[in-house]
């Protein structure tokens, strides 16, 4: 495995992912992580992120002693390779000239990290600081019109002071696979088979003779979890499907009958929607939203282990992007975006322990499991869906009215999004109903009702996305079926923000 230390990169997810793509395991732990929260994974190499800070100024994240300490393999990245001359007796200053966006870089000193690139090089760099003397012993590598260092090494120690991981620089790859494989010595045989191999191993040894009850929403994540538990376990496993009553329209029955067909488990079902609905009446903010809705999951658990268990473990589809995006595994310095119900929102006096199988993988992972496992697409495929339903999707009150509408108006927008063809290229689209009202006319009457908004993305993994750019004739058809179809909206927008700095969901 490799180490990825987060100084709070934008990138430093990416830089995650881009190991694991070259089949190296790797895992992103907070920059002020111990040897003893890393030596368990026995890391070949450390890749230090960038980050927004200065390393000269008071209170920046320092380098750890043990990254030196350890004679590991060390790259750089960025604030990374600033950090490594700093701490090593190099100077970094202040650049006379930020330097930001593409940049070419001449590569005069041949080192394995550059084995088999071309001498000229297309980069992304984003950095306000350089380094203006390089620490004893290091060799420069390479150079860009502003920067006399734009690579340096000695001997495993490797700086870059470009970005490797990001699309913008086209060979980055190559670059991060020689530092994997050649400087490091990583096999590269971190694949999904070996996954489910070591997953199904360690699951078996956690649970023992225990038996887990499986919260199953449908989604890809949960379904995927429960296919690789039930080959551990087998019928130790029993899977609970809870309607929330914040569903989408015809997915309680989709869910049941796609299930039915593809698992050889029985599934028990639970109809919980007056529950959910009764604690969240009143309830505007959606934070609080999430945590009642992660509590009362866990009551209706509580009471199916009643009549079902007894259960020693609680298993959920959490994924790797939940983890860091409620900040409570990785970074302690990044803020916290929205509490993923299945993650933050679990009450304390949780009377399970969790058995999250996917929790360090990411979704395009997941789904190459699923398919390895047997899933069919139509499972593995699914558009994601959020825990909290169409909670977050009803900014205000979630009042049953509320929801009826809403679930009519994303019923439309899936309908056409599908007849368009569109669905595959994109991340997820759905209808938002606001708590604003506003005028309209309706034949000869004047009409004042709710605003819907409708949401369609790109993304490869949610910790990005971008608006989509769907032709304006399918804006229109939704738009008019909405409008004309639904009690209660007379009025529909097309949310054009990106992610960052807006979020998917709006809540
Ligand atoms: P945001 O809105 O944070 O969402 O950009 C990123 C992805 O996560 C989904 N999402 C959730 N999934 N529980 C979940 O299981 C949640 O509480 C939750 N909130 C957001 C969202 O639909 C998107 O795919």
Not at 294 to 316: C, I, K, N, Y
Not at 350 to 376: C, N, Q, W
């Amino acid at each position: 495995a490799v180490v990825v230390l987060d100084f709070g990169s934008q990138y430093s997810q990416l830089i995650a992912r881009r190991v694991r793509e070259a089949s190296v395991y790797c895992e992103l732990l907070p920059h002020d992580a111990t040897w003893s929260d890393v030596a368990p994974l026995r890391p070949r190499g450390v890749i230090l992120s960038g980050g927004p800070a200065s390393v000269y100024e008071p209170g920046a994240p320092q380098l750890p002693a043990w990254v030196l300490e350890s004679d590991l393999p060390v790259l750089g990245i960025c604030y990374g390779m600033q950090l490594l001359a700093h701490a090593l007796g190099g100077a970094v200053e202040p650049a006379a000239e930020r330097e930001y966006g593409p940049a070419t870089i001449e590569v005069f000193e041949p080192h394995p990290i550059f084995a088999g690139l071309p001498e000229r090089l297309d980069v992304w760099m984003s950095h306000g600081d350089r380094i203006a003397r390089l620490p004893e012993g290091f060799a420069p590598l390479a150079r860009s019109g502003n920067s006399p260092y734009a690579a340096m090494a000695r001997g495993n120690l490797i700086g870059l002071q470009f970005h490797p991981e990001v699309a913008h620089t086209p060979l980055g790859r190559v670059i991060l696979r020689n530092f994997l494989y050649d400087v490091c010595g990583c096999a590269g045989n971190w694949t999904a088979e070996s996954f489910i191999e070591s997953s199904i191993a360690a699951i078996r040894e956690r649970v023992g003779n225990d038996r887990v009850l499986l919260a199953l929403s449908g989604g890809v994540d949960s379904s995927v979890a429960a296919a690789l538990i039930h080959r551990a376990i087998g019928d130790q496993l029993t899977p609970v499907f809870v309607d929330t009553g914040l569903l989408r329209e015809g997915e309680p029955e989709t869910i049941k009958e796609v299930f039915g067909r593809h698992f050889k488990m029985p599934l028990v079902a639970i109809d919980a929607g007056e529950r959910f609905l009764a604690r969240l009446r009143g309830v505007l903010d959606p934070e609080e939203k999430r945590r009642i809705i992660g509590d009362e999951f866990v009551r209706v658990f509580e009471a199916a282990a009643v009549e079902h268990g007894p259960f020693r473990f609680l298993a959920q589809g959490t994924l790797y992007p939940d983890v860091i995006e409620s900040a409570t595994a990785v970074s302690k310095a990044a803020a916290k975006i929205k509490t993923h119900h299945n993650v933050g929102g679990l009450p304390a006096d949780l009377r399970f322990e969790l058995l999250e199988p996917l929790r360090f993988l990411f979704k395009d992972e997941v789904r190459t499991i699923g398919r390895l496992l047997g899933l069919p697409e139509e499972i593995v495929q699914r558009q994601p869906f959020p825990g909290p339903g169409l909670a977050v999707r009803i900014i205000g009150e979630v009042t049953p009215e509320a929801v009826t509408t809403v679930r009519r108006a994303d019923a439309i927008v899936r309908q056409e999004v599908e007849a368009a063809g569109l669905s595959a290229e994109l991340w997820q689209f759905f209808a938002v109903l606001l708590p604003v009202r506003t005028t309209g006319v309706m034949g000869d009457y004047r009409t004042y009702a709710q605003v819907c908004a409708i949401r369609a993305v790109t993304s490869e993994d949610a910790m990005t996305a971008d608006w989509a750019r769907v032709p304006h004739e399918l804006l229109a058809r939704i738009s008019n079926r909405i409008v004309n179809e639904v009690p209660g909206i007379n009025r529909v927008v097309y949310d054009v923000t990106s992610k960052p700095p807006a979020t998917i969901e709006w809540e």
